[in-house]
């Protein structure tokens, strides 16, 4: 007797352990949706082509099992009724924000999507798909995404053949620069780099590289010059100021910048590179830095044809995927894009293993269940363990998520477009770094939750010790 009753006290936490995960599942997974959809209507009104974005975000930091489901019936307006309709979806994490308040958990992205759902039930479509949630972006854009037009670019493209003898000059050899460089250099290109640090250009120049004194001489010395810089004001100064490269360019230049830069900052290098004679590309990278050491980046390219077909060669050496997605300024949009879906991604994963914990979960167990559920993502693969195991070294850090962040807000704001999941999430990351963690990667968005709810995701290190 008493075995059966342990028994069955088994089975009775066993199943309310596997009710949690459900409901975290469903908060990570509707938000991560919110989130995708939200993404689809700001690329399209920013005149990307939805359909290209779709498959750039799925094969990059964006891509979520939500959006692999849903993305593709969004395109198509496929809002027929199917196996988890709105309704139930709708219960489901209304019973999601139920535990959270039993628990004293907050959960503000999970908030958000449950006002949404409620909206589109109230147009009588709860037994349509989940996908028909995008209605709800694009009544509050005032635009739908049926009246995107395509543009005239290839998508994913090969590079173009090598021209006779390039010389490439690079500048910016930070964390994703240097290895970015190296890659190429290993392809055989001639190199000339420059970086305010001079102790990578030291290491580059013994793997074969020369040596430049100044952005100016960079451009002076290479056909194609490709710059990796931290923010907006470092972009600018290598570009625009004294001894910039755009000082130093000359006609049929190639000028490539491979960071995630503000789209207006970008329209006015093209612009400079134009008065010169030269050829702006924008080509931000995604893939992280364990990508980037294996030249297994993904680009999106902003070019002319004949800027991609300059750069392309180039660019191959450090990335496994290009996609030409348009004119100058597109790459930055698509980035834009593509990041405020990492950072909303990211937010809600914190936001879904602190509810787990705050409701008896243990975190690793759950990361587990979650890594197998419709919740799993990019995101999930690569930040889910570092949340648990608390690892905050930085693979990219919370201030470059918020120049990210602030970037993508703008673009919505000059669109006339309201992203409130990614204006939630912009808020985590400030109180993130207000908590003195600006420099840690951004999976420590997790500790503002733990500091909201008076709990620890995983072991606690002396760092949760300090003060705050």
């Not at 949706?33 to 690329?43: Q, R, T």
């Not at 909206?119 to 694009?138: N, Q, S």
């Not at 693969?381 to 690892?391: A, F, T």
């Not at 400030?430 to 503002?448: I, P």
Request: with cysteine; charged share 20%.
């Amino acid at each position: 007797m008493v075995k059966r009753t342990r028994r069955a006290a088994t089975r009775q936490a066993g199943s309310a352990d596997t009710a949690i995960a459900r409901r975290v599942e469903t908060l990570i997974g509707t938000v991560t949706l919110a989130g995708a959809l939200e993404g689809l209507v700001l690329a399209g009104r920013a005149g990307l082509d939805p359909t290209l974005f779709l498959e750039i975000a799925r094969v990059s930091s964006g891509g979520s099992a939500m959006l692999e489901r849903y993305g593709p019936r969004v395109l198509a307006r496929r809002f027929a009724a199917a196996d988890r309709p709105l309704a139930r979806l709708e219960r489901d994490l209304a019973a999601t924000l139920a535990l959270g308040r039993r628990c004293g958990m907050p959960t503000p992205l999970a908030a958000v999507a449950h006002g949404w759902l409620l909206a589109v039930l109230r147009h009588d479509a709860g037994a349509d798909d989940p996908a028909a949630l995008l209605t709800v972006y694009e009544r509050l854009a005032g635009w739908s995404l049926a009246a995107a037009q395509p543009r005239a670019a290839p998508g994913r493209r090969s590079p173009a053949a090598r021209e006779g003898i390039v010389r490439v000059g690079f500048v910016g050899l930070g964390r994703i620069g240097r290895p970015i460089a190296a890659c190429i250099r290993r392809a055989g290109f001639p190199m000339i780099v420059h970086n305010r640090s001079q102790g990578a250009v030291g290491d580059m120049v013994r793997e074969g590289a020369e040596r430049a004194a100044s952005p100016a001489e960079t451009a002076a010395r290479a056909d194609v010059v490709l710059t990796c810089l931290p923010d907006n004001e470092a972009v600018e100064r290598v570009y625009l100021g004294p001894s910039g490269l755009v000082e130093g360019a000359r006609p049929e230049q190639v000028l490539v910048d491979v960071g995630t830069t503000a789209l207006g900052l970008t329209r006015r290098l093209d612009a400079a590179a134009a008065a010169r004679a030269a050829i702006f590309v924008d080509a931000p990278v995604t893939g992280g830095i364990p990508a980037a050491l294996e030249g297994r980046l993904t680009l999106m390219v902003g070019a002319s044809e004949e800027g991609f077909r300059r750069a392309s060669p180039v660019l191959a050496a450090m990335a496994e995927r290009l996609f030409h997605v348009g004119p100058p300024g597109a790459g930055q949009s698509t980035k834009l894009v593509g990041n405020m879906l990492l950072g909303t991604n990211t937010a809600a994963l914190a936001e879904g293993l602190a509810l787990g914990v705050a409701a008896g979960l243990a975190a690793d167990e759950l990361l587990e269940r979650l890594l197998r559920s419709s919740a799993d993502s990019w995101v999930m693969r690569l930040r889910g363990p570092k949340m648990v195991q608390r690892d905050f070294r930085p693979l990219f850090t919370v201030l470059g998520r918020l120049k990210d962040s602030q970037a993508a807000l703008a673009l919505g704001r000059e669109l006339h477009v309201p992203l409130p999941p990614a204006a939630v999430a912009h808020e985590l990351y400030q109180a993130a770094a207000a908590r003195g963690c600006g420099a840690e990667d951004f999976a420590t968005v997790v500790r503002v939750y733990e500091g909201l709810a008076g709990l620890t995701v995983g072991p606690a290190t002396d760092h949760d010790q300090a003060p705050r």
